[in-house]
């Protein structure tokens, strides 16, 4: 997999937006990036994933800068339940998911 | 739609006891199954891996394994437990197509004494 790089943690306020930055500067052209994310206790759910264009779904927004070698998760109104491990990949062809240590978001009133 | 269990939820056992854990997927045929351990502290690791019955990709050494009886029915096992065995266990699924969108179970907590 592609190597990726995340703050280890993070602090949000509660209604705000949170922006969660990933660096994968040995991206390959082909090569998406996912993101999950997992809730204490829990197994990882999946989130998003782009090649790159910006995507949005119910849960999240996923922007790609244009060089592709970086991105950033948004939760627009962040939510107590939103705090959890988020983990940026980016897999290699045909492998299978690799998990980091992720970004601990913590989101508080 | 789409539905995974696995069982049991938590589990306390010896060291030296066998292991069995359960995993079953339902609505879709023909996945993509896995087995991933989460060790306190530490970050998911894949233990195995398959894309059909019978055909099993193991990724680290180690005294687990694991089976594929039927195609939506995954076992993880062990002989005799070791004490670094304990772990949150968590099966999950993709699609061929979608190899890299993982549905996860809700875990297994395995604690060897």
């Known amino acids: 997999d592609a190597k990726t790089t995340q703050p280890p943690s993070m602090d949000c306020a509660e209604g705000r937006a949170a922006n969660l930055p990933c660096n994968h500067s040995?991206?390959?052209?082909?090569?998406?990036v996912y993101w999950y994310r997992q809730i204490h206790s829990q197994g990882p759910q999946y989130i998003i994933h782009?090649?790159?264009n910006n995507e949005t779904n119910e849960m999240a927004s996923l922007i790609i800068t244009e060089d592709r070698k970086s991105s950033t998760l948004i939760l627009p109104h962040a939510t107590l339940r939103d705090t959890a491990v988020y983990y940026c990949?980016?897999?290699?062809?045909?492998?299978?998911?690799?998990f980091g240590k992720g970004t601990m978001l913590l989101v508080s009133p | 739609s789409q539905t995974i269990h696995q069982w049991p939820a938590t589990l306390v056992q010896p060291v030296g006891s066998p292991l069995s854990l359960e995993c079953t997927v339902e609505?879709?045929?023909?996945?993509?199954l896995y087995w991933y351990r989460q060790a306190a502290g530490r970050g998911l690791q894949l233990l195995f891996y398959?894309?059909?019955?019978?055909?099993i990709s193991s990724e680290v050494p180690q005294n687990l394994s694991a089976s594929r009886p039927q195609d939506r029915q995954f076992i993880l096992s062990s002989k005799k437990l070791l004490l670094s065995d304990s772990g949150f266990y968590l099966c999950?699924?993709?699609?061929?197509?979608?190899?890299?969108?993982?549905?996860f179970g809700a875990g297994s907590r395995l604690t060897v004494l």
């Open positions: 990949i980016v897999p290699s062809g045909y492998s299978t998911l690799t």
């Open positions: 999950a699924w993709s699609t061929g197509s979608g190899a890299n969108v993982l549905t």
């Open positions: 782009g090649l790159k």
């Open positions: 040995t991206i390959s052209g082909n090569e998406y």
């Open positions: 398959s894309v059909g019955i019978g055909q």
């Open positions: 609505g879709t045929s023909n996945p993509n």
